[in-house]
C-alpha cells in the first residue's frame, strides 16, 4: 500500500508510523484508517517494537475527520466503527510486537481512544486526553468503554466520558491511564529509547505477555493459571529463554535474537 495520510520508517527494529495531517491536527479518515492498519500489520513482519505518533507539535490525534467526504448528518458512524475502527484496533492488540503511542500533542475522541489502545503511553507532558464524545451527542468509540475502566476504574472513566474536560498528562500518569508523562525537552528521546530496549529484548515473550495479560480480565483464575503454564512453555522453549539463562549465569547482557 502507498501510504499518504501516514509516515512508516523502520529504524533498528523499530517500525514508527507518524499519523501525517498536521493541518488537520491528524484527524481520522477512512485513508488514515486504512494505512495505519496496514502498516501495522507490515510492521508485525519486519520490526520488532512499534511507535505509533502524530505529526507537528500540536496534537496527536484530534479524533474522527468530520469533514471526511461526508457530513455529520450521512456519516455511518456504526458503520465507520465496525468496518473501519475495529480492523484497526484489533490489528493493534493482536499484534505480537509490542506497540508505544507516543503522545506528542492533543489527543481527543477516538484519537485519545486509540492511543490508549496501545500496549504503552508514553506522554508529553503538555499533551491531553480529552473523551470528547458528549460534546457533540456522542459515547466514547474506538475502543473507549472497554479501555478506560480497566485502566482508570469506573467512576473516573465515567468523568471523562460525561464531563468531556481534558486530562492532563500529568493526570494521566497518576490515575494508571499511561504508562508516563515526560518532559516535553525529554519527550522525542525518551520513546526511542523505550522503543530500542523493547526492539532489542524478547520478541516471543512479549507477544505472549500481551497475549496472558490482554486475556486476563475475561479469565478466571484457573483459566488463567492455564494460560500461564501454556504461554510459558512456549517461552520455555525459545532461543531466547536459553540465552537470557546464559547470560545470566555469565554475567553478561544478554543478546536477544527475538526468536
Not at 458512524?77 to 484496533?89: A, F, I, N
Not at 481527543?108 to 508529553?124: P, Q
Amino acid at each position: 500500500m502507498q501510504y499518504e495520510a501516514i509516515t512508516y520508517a523502520l529504524d533498528e527494529g523499530v517500525a514508527i508510523i507518524t499519523l501525517n495531517r498536521p493541518e488537520l491536527r491528524n484527524a481520522l479518515n477512512s485513508q488514515m484508517r486504512a494505512e495505519i492498519t496496514d502498516a501495522i500489520k507490515r510492521a508485525d513482519r519486519e520490526a520488532r517494537a512499534i511507535v505509533l505518533t502524530g505529526a507537528g507539535d500540536k496534537a496527536f490525534c484530534s479524533g474522527q475527520d468530520l469533514g471526511d467526504s461526508r457530513s455529520a448528518a450521512t456519516l455511518d458512524v456504526e458503520r465507520t466503527l465496525r468496518d473501519e475502527y475495529e480492523p484497526m484496533l484489533r490489528a493493534i492488540v493482536e499484534c505480537r510486537l509490542p506497540v508505544i503511542a507516543a503522545v506528542n500533542g492533543v489527543a481527543a475522541g477516538a484519537g485519545a481512544n486509540l492511543a490508549l489502545v496501545c500496549d504503552i503511553t508514553i506522554a508529553a507532558e503538555s499533551a491531553s486526553f480529552l473523551q470528547a464524545f458528549t460534546r457533540i451527542g456522542l459515547i466514547p468509540d474506538a475502543g473507549g468503554t472497554w479501555t478506560l475502566p480497566r485502566q482508570i476504574g469506573l467512576q473516573k472513566a465515567m468523568g471523562a466520558a460525561l464531563f468531556a474536560e481534558p486530562v492532563s498528562a500529568a493526570q494521566a500518569e497518576a490515575w494508571g491511564m499511561i504508562w508516563e508523562a515526560v518532559p516535553d525537552a525529554e519527550f522525542d528521546a525518551r520513546w526511542r529509547a523505550r522503543a530500542r530496549q523493547l526492539a532489542t529484548g524478547p520478541t516471543e515473550a512479549y507477544a505472549r505477555v500481551k497475549t496472558a495479560l490482554r486475556a486476563s480480565s475475561g479469565n478466571s483464575l484457573e483459566e488463567q493459571l492455564a494460560l500461564e503454564a501454556q504461554l510459558q512453555g512456549q517461552c520455555g522453549r525459545s532461543r531466547d529463554f536459553r540465552e537470557g539463562v546464559m547470560a545470566f549465569l555469565e554475567k553478561r547482557p544478554a543478546v536477544y535474537e527475538g526468536r
